[in-house]
């Protein structure tokens, strides 16, 4: 074939390529990412800009005029500065987010990985009422919980404490269906049976060959249960909001916004931080990077991760 006549296929191959179908597709996705990615982009601004700016509507394309540095020094001055005395609840309240949100995803790796590899690979009785009885938890929505919750730690007298949403935390069906599938797909039952042979009791096959083949599942695991953890509202909210030094997160960031001149004029004239626009939009970013960075730390396995259940053609 001569080179011009590679040229011209190559120019036909991309013509059809680039078909009107495809240019179609091509600018619906544009269309989407633009719609989900401009508000992130002008709240991500708003925590660079200042409240004066902001009431002038002094906007800019997509929101993006009159940032500086010095608004985010001195939105973070605001925010830090939120609280009796000296302040410095926002700090404690993330302190305590990753407190819990560790603390529960540690937990709830210890719990699911065994429970999955039993369900998926062990046979005793009453397996596959567990097996629904997990599905039903998974499924059941945190609301309908939280008041029996909170009268069990209420009648330990532990309410406004973190160690017992920690444990309840750790409490995590969907890591236990994730484990069980992980289990069933990964690991055939001749190799289970082969172990067996050779003399390995359960907790034996668990540890020396279900566990290191699972960095996938414990990546998975831990993620979404951290992030359930992290965003978690409802639970801290009935359990933590007695004691203002370990309330999370998501709930501090509720209660800036009802500090806030703009939510709540006569709450806000009582205290000496006035928190706006750009101090709210800055507190809520920050809240997101520790969600952003347990995200990047765990892409490589959550991508391989996403074909667990998948079967092999």
């Known amino acids: ?28 996705m544009l269309v989407v990412s633009a719609m989900f990615v401009i508000p992130i982009v002008g709240f991500i601004a708003m925590a660079f800009r200042n409240q004066e700016n902001v009431a002038a509507g002094s906007d ?3 929101g993006l005029g009159g940032m500086s540095w010095d608004n985010v020094v001195y939105s ?21 987010s990753l407190i ?10 210890v719990a699911a990985l065994p429970a999955g590899y039993a369900l998926a690979r062990l046979r005793f009785r009453w397996r596959r009422i ?13 609301t309908v919980l939280v008041i029996p919750l909170f009268l069990e730690v209420n009648a330990i007298g532990a309410v406004g404490q973190l160690w017992p949403v920690a ?11 994730l484990s069980y599938i992980h289990f069933m797909t990964t690991m055939p039952p001749e190799l289970v049976e082969a172990a067996r042979i050779d003399g390995l009791g359960e907790i034996a096959i668990f540890f020396r060959i279900g566990l290191p083949i699972s960095k996938q599942a414990v990546a998975l695991v831990a993620f979404f249960s951290f992030v359930a953890n992290w965003t978690n509202f409802f639970l801290p909210l009935a359990l933590l909001t007695s004691n203002q030094q370990n309330k999370t997160i998501s709930i501090g960031i509720q209660e800036l916004i009802g500090a806030s ?29 520790p969600l952003l960075i347990v995200f990047l730390g765990a892409q490589r396995y959550l991508v391989r991760g996403q074909t667990v259940g998948a079967v092999k053609g």
Do not use: C
């Open 76 to 96: 973070w001055s605001q925010i830090t500065g939120f609280g009796p005395g000296e302040g410095g609840l926002y700090q404690q309240w993330i302190i305590n």
């Open 261 to 289: 001149p703009l939510f709540n004029a006569t709450v806000a004239a009582g205290l000496d931080v006035k928190l706006y626009m750009p101090q709210l939009a800055l507190a809520t970013v920050i809240s997101m990077i």
């Open 60 to 62: 800019g394309f997509l």
């Open 100 to 109: 819990l949100a560790i603390a529960g995803g540690l937990l709830a790796l």
């Open 130 to 142: 567990w097996l629904f009885a997990t599905l039903l938890a998974m499924v059941m929505p945190n």
């Open 167 to 177: 444990i309840i935390m750790g409490f995590f069906p969907f890591g236990v269906y």
């Open 1 to 28: 074939m001569s080179t011009s006549t590679k040229a011209e296929t190559h120019r036909a191959v991309g013509t059809r390529g680039w078909s009107a179908g495809r240019f179609g597709r091509v600018l619906v």
